[in-house]
């Protein structure tokens, strides 16, 4: 999670006086949160100064505009015209100018646009006279559309210093309000920085600046400046006479407290205050919303504010306790609902924590509070609340409602049940310093459980041994120190106490070397290889095989793709494939990514579909694990085996590519002796153009053209063939070790033969023939099978080369014709085959 | 005879000499010393003649069809030479069409990030190993020191699995490869140097995440292991990966299972690690000089235990960080939607 901080606010909490903004974050993201952008914080106000408004004129060409004549300092030797179209625009005026070269948001939208000098209905215009949400101050200084900022205005909220008593606030107002001055030094802005921090999920403190101030401190070695407010009113268990509280489930809200201030004055924040709201990206409200939320910015602790006329109280019990103010926490009854503070309506059901009146829900509990019960100008009796409510409830409620917040955004981190007496105190005392009013009575407080702090020992050498270095016990101490623990040490063992922000996050002695060895400083802790044994393991075979694959099919030419594991029911029935036995996803993304896939088949089909059109020609493979059931039942986890697919788009060809590569592949993996058998079901397959390879009566591929059918239903133009290769049985029958002869020193005779078969006779069944006719047949290989012209119906003329060789002798001439005659004649007997 | 044996001189070297072709030459050799030819021919008359006169005459023959054998020779080789110059000379090809090349074959940038991945941590004694991608809460979650209640373990971050719930919980698609931790550490064999890369699954597609995607998880556990190991060895990884100049450091961070727990960044290679980019203004690749490469930690004592570790004795450290991320690092290029990489495009995936 990020927020933004601003350097100038952050000197309050740490001494970093001469600490440059780029040297702290260096320092701070090596051992704390992590500073990852920096920019000034007057960035929109490059250029924008001053102006005192010398004289009004009509627009000539235009009755909405106007012509104003500004000073703008010395650097501009005369008054600069500048069209004008702000309703509240006068003379002796002083105005925000945005100069030539200014940077703008039109109208307060969009990126901001750099100023050039124009003329606008015929008149010339040397900058722009801004209105607040130009120049992004719409939320310091409200305003209607159309106005421009009257910087007298903004008097009021005291932008000019502290100055209290009207005379010196002339006298400040004389000396800063001169025409060319920086509007970013008049509002205070210049030389600050605005850091955006990421803070873990962890360190839900360091997202308060008191946290992050501590941080600091810790980490560059410097005074922690902040001192801790003080609740110094009495408290009560829950009744007085104003304000009572009921917590209905206390294990979703282990600490619920509430502060009565009666006779308050709302209204618009003092600048400083704006400011830093600003700073940390928030919109400024109402000085009562403001202070909620700046106290938020301090100590990352949730406050809520509600306005006691706005609540409900029990109406039927008599005047005398209609001014009693009556606060549920309870989970929502069906049916409820709740106005939130974005003005939506969400409903709530029985899991869902709200905060209730006499009538029903005003909030959801630490994520956002009802629109009904929130406060307003009118305003003048309030209650406080500073809870702690149970993260996990706050973070899947906010997911049911989807509605988020910068408060449920820390409470579903965790928060201590130690924060809201500190928050609560300072929020009172900002109000009753910024916005009157008093106490109504005692701070109720409904605490569950009894605070008792964490403590964990460790051995200071263990600390060392972990990190690698070794850091003094002293060293350790004054680190732990600073970070706020309360630490002894005796006998080289460190006992650390775990002050209460940091609750659900250090949860043992482990949790202690992180601290130690982040401040000590990541960078200082040298880099070594480990030495020692090597693993006692060997390379899993699967793997080398795989990768080997992947080596042939590059090397043949095949273009590799992944798909993911999930496949949708639309795909595999269109496939022809049974989803039924697949591992179905009890929660998937959509109906896309249904299933776990059995075949990466109907993924691949789908690649060749969506590419057809820019490529006629695909080879294309996958390896990649499929998802068996093993049994009856997912009781097991499923059996993920590896697979092979293949899928070319090669016209007439593909089958011979298809088959060709499962036979280099076979090849290359030492295989020999495949039994290659036609496979004429129908379904997946083309039943005529389809065949298995076995080998020891084991599968090893399946290779064929696609079904006419399923290609139509995939809307494949023209013929695929596929490879389906279950991985299991080609590594189990791999040899990793080819074996091998030496060459026969004697020459080969070589002959072709041609023979005239019946088209149905297989070529296989043929060769085999060959070889097992004789030892002497060496090898026997295809090169062509004609039909047609010459041939006679029914009939085909199939044509190889033969090798004949001998490893003791050279064979004669005759020896070999002889040979070739028994074969034929062997060819004759079995196939009916004839001579070509 | 001495007159007609220089006549015969004359004549055959004259017309070596004039020779064009190697044809040519032949008829000439045949002319003169073939088996009928005139100075052969001589020769064998030379055998009637008287002794005195045989050994002068046959001396100054025999020199005879010496040099014209050498000249022969000579012209032989030159007119030889001069066919092959002509050959180079005269045969000529358009040598800007394309040859004939091999099949193209594309290996994915996943398979070929996996490889190197392997072959780096293989280079320092880390063995890559396989485990299930479907899995038990136990090994994905529980046994990681991640509490039932993580946002991790919320229905919509984790994909589960329509099964039965098993003794060791609900059967999941593994988030990580994390679930290669404890699964390891059960095999009570040590040192464990483990890479194990598998696919992973998170509920979130957008242009930034898809559903599935790669990991590599290095898992260190030994007697003495501490952070400067962690150190040593990611670094190596970097510097090897990314290349020489390239340095990494390490951020706090957090994480269940680790405990310190780290984010390293690589130093970025645009910038050189000092955030800025031409004219002073930010680098546009990086944030600050480094870029984010992924999580890191030493073993939490929870996830040895779980694995029957004792870690007391043991200790070690682990990272888990994405292939596509580190690989799209590495070659500098930014996906304007990371879902490219799964789509299949033949037109991407050719690339490669």
């Known amino acids: ?836 | 005879m001495t007159e007609k044996l220089e006549e015969i001189r004359k004549r055959a070297e004259i017309a070596i000499r004039e020779a064009k072709t190697l044809q040519d030459l032949d008829d000439v050799e045949i002319c003169y010393l073939g088996r009928k030819g005139e100075l052969t021919g001589m020769l064998r008359q030379l055998s009637s003649l008287p002794d005195e006169e045989k050994k002068s005459l046959g001396s100054k023959a025999n020199d005879i069809k010496g040099e014209l054998e050498r000249m022969l020779l000579a012209v032989r080789r030159q007119l030889l030479e001069n066919r092959l110059t002509e050959i180079g000379r005269t045969e000529r090809v358009d040598v800007t069409e394309p040859g004939r090349r091999p099949p193209e074959g594309h290996l994915h940038l996943v398979t070929q990030a996996i490889r190197e991945v392997t072959e780096i941590f293989s280079r320092i004694g880390f063995v890559r190993t396989r485990y299930p991608e479907v899995d038990w809460d136990w090994y994905a979650f529980e046994s990681l020191n991640m509490p039932k209640d993580h946002p991790a373990r919320d229905e919509w971050e984790t994909f589960f699995m329509d099964a039965p719930e098993s003794k060791k919980g609900k059967m999941v698609l593994t988030p990580h490869t994390s679930n290669a931790q404890v699964r390891e550490l059960e095999r009570g064999q040590f040192p464990v140097r483990m890479i194990n890369i598998a696919k992973c699954y998170r509920r979130q597609i957008d242009v930034t995440h898809v559903p599935m995607f790669h990991q590599f998880e290095g898992l260190y556990v030994d007697t003495h292991v501490s952070i400067t190991h962690l150190r040593g060895v990611l670094d190596y990884f970097a510097k090897e990966f990314f290349g020489p100049d390239r340095a990494i450091r390490l951020r706090p961070f957090h994480f269940r299972f680790t405990e310190p727990s780290f984010e390293i960044d690589v130093s970025c290679a645009v910038c050189k690690g000092t955030g800025e980019g031409p004219d002073r203004q930010k680098c546009r690749v990086c944030k600050r000089g480094w870029l984010e490469l992924g999580g890191a930690g030493m073993v939490h004592p929870n996830v040895l235990k779980a694995g029957n570790v004792d870690p007391k004795k043991y200790s070690g450290f682990a990272f888990g960080w994405g292939v596509e991320r580190t690989a799209l690092m590495k070659s500098g290029t930014k996906l304007d939607d990371i879902r490219v990489l799964y789509k299949n495009d033949l037109r991407f995936l050719k690339q490669f």
């Open chain 1, 1 to 836: 999670m990020n927020r933004l901080v601003s350097y100038d606010w952050l000197k309050h909490y740490a001494d970093l006086e001469d600490v440059s903004p780029e040297e702290f974050a260096k320092r701070i993201s090596l051992s704390g949160p992590a500073v990852e952008k920096i920019f000034p914080a007057d960035a929109l106000l490059h250029k924008v100064v001053v102006g005192h408004v010398l004289e009004v004129k009509r627009h000539p060409n235009a009755d909405k505009l106007k012509l104003a004549i500004v000073n703008v300092g010395t650097q501009h030797t005369a008054p600069v015209q500048i069209v004008c179209g702000g309703s509240n625009l006068r003379k002796d005026q002083w105005v925000a100018v945005a100069l030539v070269g200014a940077y703008v948001k039109w109208h307060g939208e969009g990126e901001p646009v750099k100023l050039e000098p124009v003329e606008l209905r015929g008149e010339k215009s040397e900058g722009m006279i801004c209105a607040a949400n130009e120049i992004g101050l719409a939320d310091a200084f409200p305003h209607e559309e159309r106005e421009i900022l009257d910087l007298e205005e903004a008097l009021r909220i005291g932008v000019l210093a502290d100055s209290e008593d009207e005379h010196s606030k002339k006298r400040v107002f004389e000396h800063v309000m001169k025409p060319g001055t920086l509007l970013a030094d008049l509002l205070g802005l210049s030389g600050d920085v605005i850091m955006d921090v990421e803070v873990t999920s962890n360190r839900v403190d360091a997202m308060g600046m008191v946290g992050f101030g501590r941080e600091a401190a810790a980490i560059l070695e410097r005074d922690f400046l902040w001192e801790e407010p003080v609740l110094d009113s009495p408290r009560s268990k829950s009744r007085d006479s104003q304000l009572s509280v009921t917590v209905h489930d206390k294990d979703l809200c282990p600490r619920y407290m509430a502060a009565r201030i009666n006779g308050v004055k709302n209204g618009s924040s003092p600048w400083w205050m704006k400011k830093r709201l600003m700073a940390a990206g928030m919109n400024s409200i109402n000085l009562l919303v403001d202070i909620t939320n700046y106290v938020l910015l301090e100590y990352a602790q949730p406050l809520h504010v509600f306005d006691v006329a706005r609540l409900r109280k029990k109406s039927e019990s008599g005047k005398q306790e209609a001014e009693e103010v009556e606060i549920h926490v309870r989970l929502a009854q069906p049916q409820e609902t709740v106005k939130a503070l974005d003005g939506k309506d969400y409903a709530l059901d029985d899991k869902t924590l709200v905060i209730a009146d006499a009538e029903g829900p005003v909030a959801v509990a630490g994520i956002m509070g009802g629109e009904r019960s929130g406060t307003y100008e009118d305003t003048t009796d309030i209650v406080f609340e500073a809870a702690t409510f149970d993260s996990v409830s706050v973070r899947r409620t906010a997911r049911r409602l989807n509605l988020y917040s910068d408060s449920q955004l820390r409470f579903e981190k965790g928060l201590s049940t130690e924060a809201p007496p500190i928050a609560l105190a300072r929020a009172i005392e900002l109000t009753l310093e910024l916005a009157g009013g008093e106490l109504a009575g005692p701070v109720t407080d409904v605490c569950t459980h009894v605070y008792k702090p964490l403590s964990f020992s460790i051995a200071s050498k263990e600390v060392s041994a972990r990190i690698g270095v070794e850091i003094p016990e002293k060293k350790q101490v004054e680190i732990l120190t600073s970070l706020g623990f309360g630490v002894k040490a005796s006998k080289g063992v460190i006992a650390a106490q775990v002050p209460w922000w940091r609750d659900h996050d250090i949860e043992e002695a482990q949790d202690l070397v992180e601290e130690i060895a982040r401040v000590y400083g990541y960078a200082n802790i040298p880099a070594e290889l480990p030495v020692g044994d090597a693993a006692p393991r060997g390379t899993d075979a699967e793997l080398v095989w795989e990768d080997h694959i992947r080596t042939i099919a590059k090397g043949a030419g095949l273009t590799e793709v992944y798909s993911y594991s999930f496949v949708s029911d639309e795909l595999y029935g269109k496939a022809g494939y049974d989803s039924s036995a697949c591992l179905h996803v009890q929660n998937p993304l959509s109906e896309e990514f249904a299933f776990m896939r059995t075949s990466l088949l109907p993924s691949l089909l789908q690649v060749v579909a969506e590419n057809q059109e820019r490529y006629r020609e695909q080879s294309l493979f996958e390896v990649a694990k499929v998802y068996y059931r093993r049994g009856e039942a997912w009781t097991d986890l499923p059996d993920e085996s590896l697979e092979l697919g293949c899928a070319f788009l090669a016209g007439e060809g593909s089958f011979a590519k298809a088959k060709g590569f499962v036979e280099h592949l076979l090849y290359e993996f030492g295989i020999d002796n495949v039994i290659w058998e036609r496979f004429a079901q129908v379904g997946f397959w083309h039943p005529g153009r389809t065949a298995q390879a076995f080998k020891d009566g084991k599968l090893l591929a399946t290779v064929g053209e696609v079904s006419p059918h399923i290609l139509a239903n995939v809307k494949i133009e023209g013929r695929a063939a596929m490879i389906d290769c279950p991985l299991k049985e080609i590594f189990a029958l791999s040899k990793g070790i080819k074996s091998f002869t030496a060459p026969s020193p004697y020459p080969e005779s070589k002959r072709d033969l041609a023979v005239i078969v019946d088209t149905h006779v297989e070529y296989d069944d043929i060769a085999r023939a060959i070889r097992e006719a004789d030892a002497l047949v060496a090898a026997v290989e295809w090169f062509d099978t004609y039909a047609g012209k010459g041939i006679a119906d029914g009939k085909k003329s199939v044509a190889m080369h033969l090798d004949f060789s001998s490893p003791d002798r050279t064979l004669t001439a005759e020896e070999v014709d002889g040979l070739l005659q028994r074969i034929l004649l062997g060819l004759k007997e079995k196939f009916g085959a004839e001579m070509r």
